[in-house]
């Protein structure tokens, strides 16, 4: 009997441990909370953010003549993302659910870099390609640049001294540098999103993010 008075008298005792659990069980019912929020903003920005590509692309399409839609995959074009980084850059689609994705965690930067030198590679007008290159130069790669992109001093050094007289090569390792960062962080991570993930189902996940 003493000693059970004791127990219930004591700091620490049996209220402070069901105290404990019960901080920690709300604890974690918070971080689900915010888990489960952020996928649900997460998703809703990337179907907006296809939602509007589509609607772009159509609007294109009228004037043009032609026809670059981002049509909704099947499963089974999905999955070939999975094999390979260049099988999902390679997709329109693909590309523009792994640039939203890129720009939930912050970082798109790297694929507007990446496609910036992809463009830059098919000038052919020596006056373009160099105001071409020191526009990549003022976005991306000079300090504080507003999309600066994470690469070495030196490399930063070699671009500012090659744009003076630009070539096709002036952000080959720069950009090779930021394809290899992708292919082996950002796009590990997109393939176990929940909405690539989706993807490879049968149902849709929402109206709006089929295109037309």
């Known amino acids: 009997m003493q000693s ?40 809703k ?6 939602q509007n590509s589509s609607a ?3 609007v294109k399409a009228s004037k043009g003549g032609k026809h670059h839609a981002y049509y909704r995959p099947s499963p089974e074009e999905a999955r070939l993302w999975a094999e390979a980084f260049d099988e999902l850059l390679a997709n329109k689609y693909g590309l523009a659910a792994f640039r939203a994705f890129l720009k939930s965690e912050f970082c798109e930067e790297n694929i507007e870099f990446w496609l910036a030198c992809e463009d830059f590679k098919k000038t ?7 105001s ?17 992109i994470n690469i070495d001093f030196q ?35 997109f393939l176990e999103s929940e909405f690539y993930q989706e993807l490879c189902k049968k149902t849709p996940i929402t109206r709006a993010a089929q295109g037309t």
């Open 56 to 58: 772009s692309s159509n």
């Open 124 to 130: 052919k007008s020596p006056q373009k390609l160099t």
């Open 4 to 43: 059970a008075m004791l127990l219930a008298l004591r700091p620490g005792g049996r209220h402070s441990e069901r105290g404990g659990r019960r901080r920690g069980e709300l604890e974690e019912a918070e971080k689900g909370r915010m888990k489960r929020t952020i996928i649900k903003d997460w998703k």
């Open 155 to 189: 490399t930063k050094n070699t671009i500012a001294q090659n744009i003076q007289e630009a070539t096709h090569t002036c952000f080959s390792a720069a950009q090779k540098r930021v394809y290899s960062l992708m292919e082996n962080n950002s796009y590990p991570r």
């Open 132 to 148: 071409k290159a020191k526009k990549i130069y003022n976005d991306f790669i000079e300090k504080e640049a507003p999309k600066e």
């Open 45 to 50: 920005r990337l179907s907006y953010f296809l």
